[in-house]
């Protein structure tokens, strides 16, 4: 059973946040504070840390940098979640290494989604075979994809960057994590690499194309139509 820490001051948030991941299977532990955390860090680290920016004392981004500094919780997984959401917040979020950004207020079933790609992203548990978004289907054994029902012809960057998306459904991608991802780090590319690809992915796609959402300045999420 994994366990999700909630760094949340807010106590019917926490309520919350804890009633939903408890009934999905998880075991969750909470804090009020940064202060809090910190000690249960050294003693038990958890599959995932939802972290609120607005915290008393220091703030969330302030937790962020001291987690990624911890000596058995640096790798562990972060959602922040928080009422800031302009794109300045996300772009610091996830530049002190947050893996995703969640604003409030969010629906209970985002969170319980968001939460369990992202631990099968960080346990890295087998994926399914086929991956699906409304009418965009990914079969990852034959290398075919189809939108709508008809087959959309994708060169193999276009199918690894699809791929991605798609195995990280409702969370933020930014450029620099898709050209690690399926460019590689030896890459000395432009990032604008992954707009054009962005691009003549969502044309090939057709109307599902939409599907795939711009986050300026961060970078790509796939969504629900």
């Avoid at 680290?45 to 500094?69: A, V």
């Avoid at 691009?199 to 795939?212: E, F, M, V, W």
């Amino acid at each position: 059973m994994s366990l999700i820490y909630i760094v949340e001051d807010d106590v019917n948030i926490r309520e919350i946040q804890r009633y939903a991941l408890k009934n999905s299977g998880f075991e969750v532990q909470e804090f009020g504070c940064g202060r809090e955390l910190y000690k249960a860090l050294d003693k038990n680290p958890p599959s995932l840390i939802l972290l609120d920016i607005m915290l008393p004392g220091e703030d969330g981004l302030t937790i962020l940098k001291n987690i990624r500094k911890h000596q058995t919780a640096a790798k562990v997984p972060v959602i922040m979640v928080t009422a800031k959401s302009t794109e300045l917040d996300k772009v610091k979020g996830l530049d002190l290494g947050a893996d995703d950004y969640m604003a409030k207020p969010f629906g209970v079933m985002e969170l319980i989604s968001r939460v369990k790609a992202l631990l099968r992203r960080a346990e890295g548990l087998p994926e399914a075979s086929v991956l699906s978004n409304g009418g965009i289907i990914l079969d990852t054994d034959k290398r075919r994809v189809t939108a709508a029902g008809e087959p959309c012809e994708l060169t193999f960057k276009e199918f690894e960057l699809l791929r991605m998306l798609l195995l990280n459904q409702g969370i933020v991608l930014s450029r620099d994590k898709i050209m690690e991802q399926v460019w590689g780090f030896d890459y000395e590319g432009e990032s604008r690499t992954v707009d054009m690809h962005i691009k003549t992915l969502r044309q090939k796609l057709g109307t599902d194309g939409r599907a795939i959402k711009t986050v300026r300045n961060v970078g790509y999420v796939i969504d629900n139509l």
